[in-house]
């Protein structure tokens, strides 16, 4: 059975940096295009950053040039690191496996995708 678990999340001052990461059991990280959302409560969970197979990337535009995706061809998990994070950065993170990682983050979701638990980052001063 897919699993999937962020660790990483935590406390950190405006300007400041943060790495998430996404360890997957139950199937083969490396063939799937994964994702990073995030979900503010009362919200839609939004996509953040998602990666393919062949390692093409794409970001929200909110992200760009603040936040990298990143994951290598094995079993190890992928990782978002997260530089000069903003207030409005703060919210719960989820892992996402099976997505359709496509230029516009709109459709990135799709009946098959896989969550993981959520990991929250709060940025505050």
């Known amino acids: 059975q897919l699993q999937l678990a962020e660790s990483g999340g935590g406390f950190v001052q405006p300007g400041g940096s943060i790495r998430l990461s996404c360890a997957a059991s139950g199937f083969t990280m490396d063939y799937y295009a994964m994702a990073w959302f995030r979900q503010a409560p009362g919200k839609e969970r939004d996509g953040v950053s998602c990666?393919?197979?062949?390692?093409?990337?794409h970001y929200a535009d909110s992200v760009k040039g603040r936040f990298t995706i990143s994951r290598d061809n094995t079993k190890k998990p992928i990782y978002l690191q997260m530089n000069s994070l903003e207030i409005e950065d703060t919210t719960v993170y989820y892992c996402?496996?099976?997505?359709?990682?496509?230029?516009?983050?709109?459709?990135?979701?799709?009946?098959?995708?896989?969550w993981g638990q959520g990991t929250q980052v709060t940025v505050s001063s």
């Open positions: 990666i393919n197979s062949l390692a093409t990337t």
């Open positions: 996402a496996a099976k997505v359709e990682c496509m230029e516009s983050p709109v459709y990135w979701k799709n009946p098959d995708i896989s």
